[in-house]
């Protein structure tokens, strides 16, 4: 009995030392054979959801193995791969929000870049331009498509040295920028958007070519609100080219310079009271407007 115990507990060793040797055999046959795994393709995929693409295939291969001078790395073992630092340096773009990289059972690289989304175009001074995104980047104009967005001119702040007046202006931008993005008609109406050196704003219309002038206001609803019924008034009128200035920088109020007293130096204007529904224009000599600019 004591024999029989000894034989089962020796067939017992033998047989996990079996399984362990056979467990270890296939660990380092797939290891062996992980390294033996060669890279067969690269894909790149850029996102374009927001309708355009700001960044080149060729550039991101460039830019991850210039020693290839953006030739595909194929035929390298899978392990030379770092992704992790592939992918900070993918990101290293300016235009490229995010990056993920990964091996498919197919032993293709993939290399998914999302872009950061543009709110608007800015020219500074000097005619140099840029977009600019929801977290104050600038993102370099390039070749490679066209955006249409509003347009800021006379604009540029240093990304580094960001004051709070930068940032307080940058964000009446952006706002501005989204609410005329959403209007067709705002669009196609207004040419571009100028900020000052007060950091108040004003923009030229492309129908009836005046100024309107949006001071340091940031409550666009209600500002365009009001020229909305400015111009419905000027539609029933048929008098778009009649003002050189339009100013709603005052409350529940529109100012109207015309462009015949303005060169004969007289001060003639109309006014638009917002606070009615309907909304009318009455031509009046005045040499103050009543409201307060904001």
């Given at each position: 009995?004591?024999?029989?115990?000894?034989?089962?507990?020796?067939?017992?060793?033998?047989?996990?030392?079996?399984?362990?040797?056979?467990?270890?055999?296939?660990?380092?046959?797939?290891?062996?054979?992980?390294?033996?795994?060669?890279?067969?393709?690269?894909?790149?995929?850029?996102?374009?959801?927001?309708?355009?693409?700001?960044?080149?295939?060729?550039?991101?291969?460039?830019?991850?193995?210039?020693?290839?001078?953006?030739?595909?790395?194929?035929?390298?073992?899978?392990?030379?791969?770092?992704?992790?630092?592939?992918?900070?340096?993918?990101?290293?773009?300016?235009?490229?929000?995010?990056?993920?990289?990964?091996?498919?059972?197919?032993?293709?690289?993939?290399?998914?870049?999302?872009?950061?989304?543009?709110?608007?175009?800015?020219?500074?001074?000097?005619?140099?331009?840029?977009?600019?995104?929801?977290?104050?980047?600038?993102?370099?104009v390039k070749s490679n498509d066209v955006i249409s967005l509003p347009v800021f001119t006379n604009f540029y702040f240093n990304p580094i040295?960001?004051?709070?007046?930068?940032?307080?202006?940058?964000?009446?931008?952006?706002?501005?920028?989204?609410?005329?993005?959403?209007?067709?008609?705002?669009?196609?109406?207004?040419?571009?958007?100028?900020?000052?050196?007060?950091?108040?704003?004003?923009?030229?219309?492309?129908?009836?070519?005046?100024?309107?002038?949006?001071?340091?206001?940031?409550?666009?609803?209600?500002?365009?609100?009001?020229?909305?019924a400015m111009y419905s008034t000027m539609l029933e009128n048929d008098s778009w080219d009649n003002y050189d200035l339009v100013d709603l920088?005052?409350?529940?109020?529109?100012?109207?310079?015309?462009?015949?007293?303005?060169?004969?130096?007289?001060?003639?204007?109309?006014?638009?009271?917002?606070?009615?529904?309907?909304?009318?224009?009455?031509?009046?000599?005045?040499?103050?407007?009543?409201?307060?600019?904001?």
């Open positions: 009995m004591a024999n029989r115990k000894k034989i089962f507990h020796v067939l017992s060793i033998v047989t996990w030392a079996l399984i362990v040797s056979g467990v270890v055999f296939v660990l380092v046959s797939a290891v062996q054979k992980e390294h033996n795994v060669i890279c067969k393709e690269v894909v790149v995929t850029i996102d374009q959801s927001h309708g355009y693409k700001m960044i080149d295939e060729n550039e991101i291969l460039s830019s991850l193995w210039p020693e290839t001078k953006g030739f595909l790395p194929k035929e390298k073992n899978t392990t030379s791969f770092d992704l992790f630092n592939l992918e900070k340096q993918v990101e290293k773009n300016p235009w490229v929000q995010a990056a993920n990289l990964f091996f498919d059972q197919q032993h293709r690289i993939h290399i998914n870049i999302e872009q950061k989304i543009a709110f608007a175009r800015i020219f500074n001074s000097e005619g140099n331009s840029y977009y600019l995104d929801s977290n104050y980047y600038l993102l370099p040295k960001k004051s709070k007046e930068d940032s307080n202006t940058i964000s009446r931008i952006l706002s501005l920028s989204r609410f005329i993005a959403a209007d067709s008609f705002l669009m196609a109406q207004i040419e571009s958007v100028n900020v000052n050196p007060d950091n108040t704003f004003e923009f030229v219309t492309q129908v009836g070519n005046h100024r309107v002038m949006l001071g340091l206001r940031d409550d666009w609803e209600h500002l365009f609100k009001k020229l909305t920088r005052f409350k529940d109020q529109v100012v109207c310079i015309r462009k015949s007293f303005l060169s004969s130096g007289l001060d003639n204007s109309m006014q638009i009271d917002s606070t009615q529904t309907t909304s009318l224009i009455v031509d009046t000599m005045i040499t103050k407007p009543n409201g307060k600019p904001k």
